[in-house]
């Protein structure tokens, strides 16, 4: 795939930033302590964690068929778990250009709608935000250290992601349902280009907001809600199942994968490739400034458990990448032409 110039210049953004960050994790550490942390873990516990991150991506998929059921009833659940798959792998090696690349996979293997897909990705993000800002209000229940001494900023940005989260929110569901009033939107953002891009608009963002119609059905709702709880609930279970594998278990409880947890969701939502660098960074200070571990352990945590879920994601992401023939540059040229 060539990268165009504007693409190529935020891909180069992403790896310095990615450095940038490794640097920080990474300085002041006593290299050969770190490998030796490394080299004495115990990587039965990675493979539990690496089953139960598996296990939190199968529900993701069946959440996802909830989603799509108002666009297109029962879409193939092996088709939704490659689109999941393909997407992480892509994030792997383009930050973010795996949720374009999500909604053109389902859209090429269900003949369904681009945008409307995206349309379901956008309320994914929601979904995780809304379950980050959770776990952020849980953390006091189950830590009462320093946390505002550690992390200042962690209480501002809670608000900032809930205003902007719950702003998006309202806004789409408002327009989901009155598209009346997104009619008359479009005809005056629309006014000003031909009619055959008016058209091209008009549909992309009907079938975008088609993305939220889940809103409609109580019970999908139900469903959608229950399995963002195992979802979450599992990717605490995964940081909990990796304290064995460092001798941590008797120091950290499950309170503390919570915490964990929560604090790193904010590393990995730094668009760099796997979220490599910031969740190396956020993950092993958690563990250091809050529970005293030592650097060359955190980081060895951080270093472990970052490259088996990279590796893992990235073997079964490329066996559906070229098992189902997926084309990265029709995702990301053609952004606005529909499939179905």
Not at 55 to 71: C, Q
Not at 77 to 94: A, T
Not at 99 to 117: C, D, M, N, Q, T
Not at 258 to 282: D, E, K, Q, R
């Amino acid at each position: 795939m060539t990268l165009r110039p504007k693409s190529f210049l935020k891909y180069l953004l992403s790896v310095l930033l990615t450095v940038v960050l490794l640097y920080f994790a990474f300085r002041n550490t006593d290299l050969e302590k770190l490998a030796i942390a490394i080299r004495e873990a115990n990587y039965w516990w990675m493979l539990a964690m690496f089953g139960t991150m598996m296990a939190s991506h199968i529900f993701r998929a069946w959440r996802w068929r909830y989603l799509l059921d108002p666009i297109k009833p029962g879409t193939s659940f092996r088709n939704l778990f490659s689109g999941v798959m393909v997407g992480y792998f892509i994030n792997n090696v383009l930050p973010r250009a795996g949720e374009l690349v999500r909604p053109y996979s389902i859209g090429k293997l269900e003949s369904l709608p681009k945008s409307a897909a995206l349309g379901t990705i956008v309320v994914e993000r929601i979904m995780d935000a809304v379950s980050f800002l959770i776990l952020v209000m849980i953390i006091p229940l189950v830590y009462n250290g320093p946390l505002v001494e550690a992390f200042p900023w962690l209480q501002r940005a809670g608000v900032i992601i809930s205003l902007g989260t719950f702003g998006f929110l309202l806004v789409a569901v408002v327009l989901m349902i009155r598209r009346d009033w997104t009619d008359v939107l479009l005809r005056v953002v629309t006014g000003f280009v031909s009619p055959s891009l008016a058209r091209r608009i008009d549909g992309v963002v009907h079938s975008f907001l088609d993305g939220f119609l889940f809103i409609k059905r109580p019970g999908n709702f139900l469903a959608i809600l229950i399995l963002s709880i195992l979802v979450w609930f599992l990717y605490v279970v995964m940081t909990y199942l990796a304290f064995f594998g460092f001798g941590l278990e008797g120091q950290l409880g499950f309170g503390a994968a919570v915490v964990v947890l929560a604090i790193s969701s904010i590393g990995v939502a730094i668009p760099t490739p796997g979220a490599t660098g910031g969740y190396h960074w956020f993950a092993s200070q958690t563990l250091v400034r809050l529970f005293h571990v030592s650097n060359e352990v955190a980081l060895s945590y951080a270093t472990v458990t970052h490259a088996v879920g990279f590796i893992g994601v990235t073997i079964v992401g490329l066996y559906y990448f070229f098992h189902d023939n997926i084309k990265i540059t029709d995702a990301m040229d053609k952004p606005k032409e529909e499939e179905g």
